[in-house]
């Protein structure tokens, strides 16, 4: 009987490796980790596990960087081409993808990669001659919505529309004396119909970029695309680049716009709060007239009332002379003590003045106006305390009878 097969060992995929090599990178802490935010580094791992999945031949790994200054810095950087179609063929160009301290708060840093055999094309419009990307992308690049995946699918577009890289042809040192040549070119370059050289194929594997080389090997670049489809894809860039400005300076007339219409609005609700509030107040302030309208008219009814009453007694005394104490006489007991309490202390305020002005010509000793002031200060006590008590119970009886006539109001 044979022995029976060994248990079959699954391998991780590279999306598990990948997965694990972010994590522990990410995760590491002290001098050795890499300098992002701790509240973004799951973001970052997120996109770079998307772009890993979109695009399999974009891998991250870390890689040092060196700045304008000369400061070098470990930072995470997706190294691989991403694919274009160029006359209805696809090609691959190699990218660096730099994921900088501030990513993604910030736009990453993108390089074309070329190999020995390529060469960056002249005045391109997306890219310059040190290999770095500017695409509208990266320049609109907003946290949190852009990602990795959305650049590489702009790089794709724009590399379609004018392709940043070409083969360059060298010269052949071994020249073949066979009449009939090997029909396949080399895997660097395809040829077209027409004799041209097409953007390059790059190889998966390929070394380091090799910026400022120069090609090496004395070989010449050639551009071999018809001059009319050039001018037309330049002339199509500079509607685009001119369409772009136009949009953005229209976006920001119209974002103007939209902060004068808020602030308008903001004063339109601020005026209306102070017009509900003097609205409230006016309404607040007619209850109170209307209030005081009433009680001018319960006084005035009181009045006519006195007049009536008196005028009988006007008739009767006719010619003769009245006294001024007996012209009025007090309605009631309350308003007779008042009378007499507010008489007496006026009449005291008036001796307790003429002390004073005698004390200061020296008509009277300064004991016997001390001692006459001490006992007018207690009477004159003694009689307005009477007149606030009395006062009182005059406010008291008023309210009542206000009541009651509020209530024959009420009724009629």
Not at 61 to 82: C, E, I, P, R, Y
Not at 181 to 210: E, L, Q, V
Not at 229 to 248: C, F, M, Q, T, W
Not at 366 to 389: C, G, M, P, W
């Amino acid at each position: 009987m044979p022995p029976p097969p060994p248990p079959a060992v699954h391998s991780p995929s590279p999306n598990q490796y990948t997965q694990q090599f972010l994590s522990n990178v990410l995760s590491q802490r002290g001098p050795s980790s890499l300098p992002y935010s701790e509240d973004v580094k799951w973001l970052i791992r997120q996109h770079l596990v998307s772009l890993t999945d979109t695009c399999p031949s974009l891998q991250p790994k870390t890689a040092m960087f060196t700045h304008n200054d000369g400061h070098t810095v470990d930072l995470l950087q997706s190294d691989g081409t991403v694919p274009m179609v160029y006359q209805d063929v696809t090609y691959n160009i190699p990218v660096i993808i730099w994921l900088m301290e501030s990513y993604p708060r910030h736009a990453p840093l993108v390089f074309v990669n070329p190999t020995r055999d390529m060469i960056i094309k002249r005045q391109h419009p997306f890219v310059n001659s040190s290999g770095i990307v500017s695409i509208p992308y990266l320049s609109n690049w907003v946290y949190p919505s852009s990602n990795l995946v959305d650049l590489a699918g702009n790089l794709s577009h724009f590399f379609s529309r004018d392709p940043p890289l070409y083969s360059q042809r060298r010269p052949n040192p071994n020249p073949n004396p066979n009449p009939n040549p090997n029909p396949h070119p080399p895997p660097g370059t395809s040829f077209s119909s027409s004799g041209s050289t097409r953007p390059a194929i790059p190889p998966r594997m390929y070394p380091p970029s090799p910026y400022g080389s120069g090609g090496g090997g004395g070989g010449i670049g050639r551009i071999m695309d018809d001059p009319s489809e050039v001018y037309k894809r330049n002339a199509i860039d500079n509607l685009v680049g001119k369409l772009h400005s136009d949009i953005e300076r229209l976006r920001k007339v119209r974002e103007a716009d939209m902060e004068g219409l808020f602030s308008a609005q903001g004063v339109l609700r601020r005026r209306e709060k102070e017009l509900r509030k003097g609205v409230t107040e006016m309404l607040d302030e007619r209850e109170g007239l209307e209030q005081q309208l009433q009680m001018v008219l319960m006084n005035t009814d009181v009045l006519e009332g006195w007049v009536r009453d008196n005028e009988a007694k006007l008739k009767k005394i006719g010619n003769v002379d009245v006294d001024v104490d007996e012209a009025f006489e007090p309605c009631d007991s309350l308003s007779k003590q008042m009378s007499d309490c507010t008489a007496s202390d006026l009449a005291m305020e008036d001796v307790i003045y003429s002390l004073d002005k005698a004390i200061q010509d020296g008509a009277i000793p300064f004991d016997q106006y001390l001692r006459n002031v001490r006992l007018l200060s207690r009477e004159q006590f003694i009689h307005r305390a009477t007149a606030s008590k009395v006062r009182a119970a005059q406010m008291q009886a008023q309210v009542a009878s206000m009541a009651s006539r509020i209530s024959q109001y009420a009724l009629s």
